[in-house]
């Protein structure tokens, strides 16, 4: 699955950011979207974040706006450059997600957008083993990324999107039970919610 225009928008910044604002319009516009997984959480200049799979920066440039301790992690080092331009009030970190070269119990927080479906399931089960790691006692995990819709009209759009940009893993992510994998790492007081007529889910946890 996926198409010629997968790889397109990863070697073409300007094309992939025309994509997530196009798609973000189904919850309120990219400013909306990028603070969805935020949104009811206490942030302050000292809260140490981890921006896990960071990309180019597009959502660790709104974290900067909340706190001064923040790190991007990508396993890119083409986009960590590019996030280096966009948002150089940051750290960065070169590494894989299911192998993270920090410390544990580092973060006070671990956000990742859109990045999870990337991901065959033993992957995803390590990097959540990871996050679980890195994060400090009671710190808090948040993410957002695709999921089964459960109002039929979105399907016809979400499918088309992800037949085009996506592969195997993300149509595996739309039959895996992220809460019950999150739990089965330790991860407790698990909150989710659904938005754009459930094609896209938003799950906070804590350690």
């Known amino acids: 699955m996926a198409t010629f225009l997968r790889p397109l928008s990863y070697q073409y910044p300007w094309l992939y950011n025309t994509i997530s604002r196009l798609s973000s319009l189904a919850v309120g516009g990219e400013k909306r ?53 966009v948002v150089p009030e940051a750290t960065y970190v070169n590494a894989l997600a299911e192998k993270m070269p920090f410390t544990d119990q580092e973060f006070d927080l671990v956000h990742t957008s859109v990045a999870l479906h990337e991901m065959e399931t033993e992957q995803l089960r390590e990097i959540l083993r990871e996050v679980y790691r890195v994060l400090k006692p009671e710190g808090i995990f948040t993410l957002i990324d695709l999921h089964k819709p459960t109002n039929i009209l979105f399907w016809p759009s979400l499918a088309t999107f992800m037949w085009l940009f996506e592969t195997k893993t993300a149509w595996k992510l739309l039959e895996t039970n992220l809460i019950d994998e999150l739990k089965d790492v330790g991860f407790n007081k698990c909150k989710k919610r659904l938005y754009a007529g459930g094609s896209l889910q938003v799950i906070q946890v804590r350690k």
């Open 33 to 85: 979207f990028r603070s969805l997984s935020i949104e009811g959480i206490n942030i302050d200049c000292n809260t140490k974040i981890l921006d896990l799979c960071c990309g180019s920066g597009q959502t660790t440039e709104f974290l900067v706006k909340k706190s001064s301790q923040v790190t991007g992690l990508d396993a890119s080092s083409i986009a960590i450059e590019r996030a280096k331009q």
